[in-house]
């Protein structure tokens, strides 16, 4: 498994990590991960995954990098402080390696979440500071209101058909040497990247090297500087196929024509206001009606 520098830290975080979010295959399979060369697991105190992360870690703590997130509602500095004891506690560590802040939170000043987290940094319970869903203008208010720590990561979405940081701020972030982590990298469902490859670019790449999809939708992204993955897979072989997207690159002509023949998209502001209001029920309604539709309307929608 290659490995990328996080930020400008020094310390080397494998490439593809395990996302945990509606993961439900147990402690072992993880562990299966680690071994693959993926040490490097992705929760969150709102996933409920903590205490299968944390059997999966029993023995190995040294050896696997550990990211988590405080949700948004405990970003008031006690409630933050509380939070950061309960991750620990639930996974049975006494260090995060990397705290970050799940998303935005207009309600509460930047400046008090960010004194918390430098509370917690400065009493050993959290070596680095990230974040996750911030554009440029909440970043870089981030990186200001936590002062003299740095804040080392943002975590976002970044796939082949959503490619929306790519306008400001994967560049920012490449600029600044802050690590994106990708999150969704193969889209959550692969039939969203065949509805956006008519051509079938995809399997004809498949074909000329031997890698999976899946592999060439990770791949794709690592090809970009400063970008770490963190896909979810529940059954071994979606897991061993996902770390089996490192220790090779896709070569220049095969990124020309994922990038210049598959359809995709870069959501805009109303996009994000849609997700927000649009939850539960109404949002599982909304996606098996686009769910049936025909690819090319499709492919508008998602
Ligand atoms: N910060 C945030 O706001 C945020 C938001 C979303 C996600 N995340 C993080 O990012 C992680 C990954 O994102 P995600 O779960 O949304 O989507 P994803 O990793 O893009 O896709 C997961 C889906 O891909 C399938 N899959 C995995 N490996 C495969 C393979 N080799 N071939 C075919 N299909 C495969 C999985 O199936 P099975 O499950 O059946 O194996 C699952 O349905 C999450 O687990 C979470 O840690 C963070």
Known sequence: MLTKELARTGVLLPEIGLGTWDYHAGPDLLRKGFEAGAWFVDTAESYGTDHIVGEALRGLRDRVFVATKVSPHNFRAADFRKSV???LQRLGIETIDLLQLHQPNPEIPIEETMGAMASVIDAGKVRFAGVSNFSVAQLQQARKALGKHPVVSNQVRYNLIDRTIEKDLLPYCQ??????????????????????????????????????????????????EGVVVIPKGNSEEHVLDMCGASDWRLSAEHLALLDTKVHYRRRRRVDALARRWLRGPLATMARETIRRLPPSLRRRLT
């Open 175 to 224: 600029a600044e040497g802050i690590t994106v982590i990708a999150y969704s990298p193969l889209a959550r469902y692969l039939h969203r990247v065949r509805d956006a490859d008519p051509r079938g670019v995809l399997d004809a790449i498949s074909r000329e090297t031997g890698k999976t999809i899946a592999q060439i939708l990770l791949n794709w992204c690592l090809c970009k």
């Open 85 to 87: 004891d309960g991750s």
